[in-house]
């Protein structure tokens, strides 16, 4: 139902812009949002857009750094991703939420990617 791409290996400052391709009957209506997971750490909230795209909302670590965005014509969701520090080290998941709106709760989503692998190094 969700896709990531676009995770790799970065140096500390670079940038990367992950993708999440998504059915359309689960994409259109839906509220996205991406998490994440470091090594030894719980999942955490990113970001999220509402399914307008008019509303998004951000974690404080990473605000004024990434920017999420989608484009409902090819029922896909961006992450971009600039100024890349080690601490940003995970596997980046996409979830989609029927709710509509940005929420940061991981219980709110309905489906979820299996996950991409982003690895910053210092």
């Known amino acids: 139902q969700l896709v990531e791409s676009g995770g790799g290996l970065v140096q500390a400052g670079g940038s990367l812009r992950l ?14 949002g991406w998490f994440r997971q470091g090594p030894g750490k ?40 600039n100024s890349l520090k080690p ?12 709710r509509g709106w940005t929420t940061r709760s991981s219980y709110a989503y309905d489906y979820w990617g299996q996950g991409t692998q982003v690895t910053v190094s210092s």
């Open 19 to 32: 993708s999440c391709a998504a059915s359309e009957h689960i994409f259109s209506s839906y509220a996205m």
């Open 42 to 81: 719980e999942r955490e909230f990113v970001t999220s857009i509402s399914w307008s795209g008019r509303s998004t909302s951000y974690a404080d670590s990473v605000k004024g750094r990434f920017t999420i965005s989608r484009e409902n014509t090819e029922n896909t969701v961006y992450l971009q991703m």
């Open 87 to 98: 601490e940003d080290t995970a596997v980046y998941y996409c979830a989609a939420t029927s």
